[in-house]
């Protein structure tokens, strides 16, 4: 995911000019996870769909498209907080986002 995120940032970064950087990976995080044509043809409800895939498997791919989605907030959320840090340095926007991350994941 990772992996995608930078590379899927670079494409941005170097497809519209006059973007930043982290501009570039705030719109990746949203870009990054998204599989809707795959999940659509093999989750979807449509005929072939339900006489050629099995229903398990079918769950076990709408579960991946969540999980796989749900993944790309803390990176949405990363990308926000350094984009939007004032008179904070980087340390510190990385410091907000572990600590508020963790409280979101408690709560």
């Known amino acids: 995911m ?8 670079a494409f941005i970064y170097a497809l519209i000019p006059g973007l930043s950087f982290l501009g570039s990976l705030t719109i990746a995080a949203c870009a990054t996870p ?3 044509i795959l999940a659509a043809s093999v989750v ?4 072939f769909a339900q006489k050629h895939v099995p229903s398990h498997i079918r ?22 907080f350094l984009n939007f840090r004032e008179s904070h340095s980087v340390g510190q926007a990385i410091g907000w986002w572990i600590t508020l991350g963790e409280l979101s994941a408690l709560l």
Do not use: I, M, R
């Not at 990772?2 to 940032?9: E, M, P, Q, R």
């Not at 769950?59 to 926000?80: R, T, W």
């Open 2 to 9: 990772v992996v995608g995120w930078l590379v899927t940032g």
């Open 34 to 36: 998204t599989d809707p």
């Open 44 to 47: 979807g409800k449509g005929k």
């Open 59 to 80: 769950h076990l791919l709408q579960c991946e498209s969540g999980c796989n989605d749900g993944a790309a907030f803390p990176f949405l959320y990363l990308a926000l």
